[in-house]
């Protein structure tokens, strides 16, 4: 066993003893002026409630109500947190919008025919001013 550790002697095993309540000074002299601790210790005393212990009768009303104020938190957070994506998606969904509104308008102009035309005039290619015609193959040669 290290030489560092202080070990507690075994005593009585506790129990659950009454609390007797604490005899009662004389009044200190209250200090002037107003706090709202001192207005809450007034009006919310509870400490009749802890006077034999703590009420274990209750335990469960106020696990209960734990659990449903933190449960109330998260969604609260969850929520918020919703909000930001969908209002970041918005924006996001705008400027997607406008950029394809603007290539959509630059594609139909570069596909005009006039467009065309002068896009492949440097190649040497020119339009042509004779209408298409269709050839005719006999049904026997392929």
């Known amino acids: 066993m290290a030489s560092n550790l202080m070990m507690k002697k075994a ?62 938190i998260g969604n609260t957070h969850y929520a918020e947190k919703t909000i930001r994506k969908i209002d970041r998606l918005k924006v996001e969904t705008e400027d997607l919008r406008a950029d394809y509104t603007t290539l959509a308008s630059e594609y139909m102009e570069a596909s005009k025919q006039s467009e065309v035309a002068r896009n492949v005039a440097p190649l040497g290619l020119v339009e042509s001013s004779s209408p298409p015609y269709q050839v005719e193959v006999a049904e026997d040669e392929y």
Not at 35 to 55: H, Q, R
């Open 11 to 72: 005593s009585a095993p506790k129990v659950n003893e009454v609390r007797t309540k604490p005899e009662v000074e004389a009044p200190k002299p209250k200090a002037k002026g107003f706090s709202l601790f001192k207005l809450l210790e007034k009006y919310a005393n509870v400490d009749f409630l802890f006077e034999e212990g703590v009420p274990l009768k209750y335990m469960p009303q106020v696990l209960f109500l734990t659990g449903i104020a933190l449960f109330y």
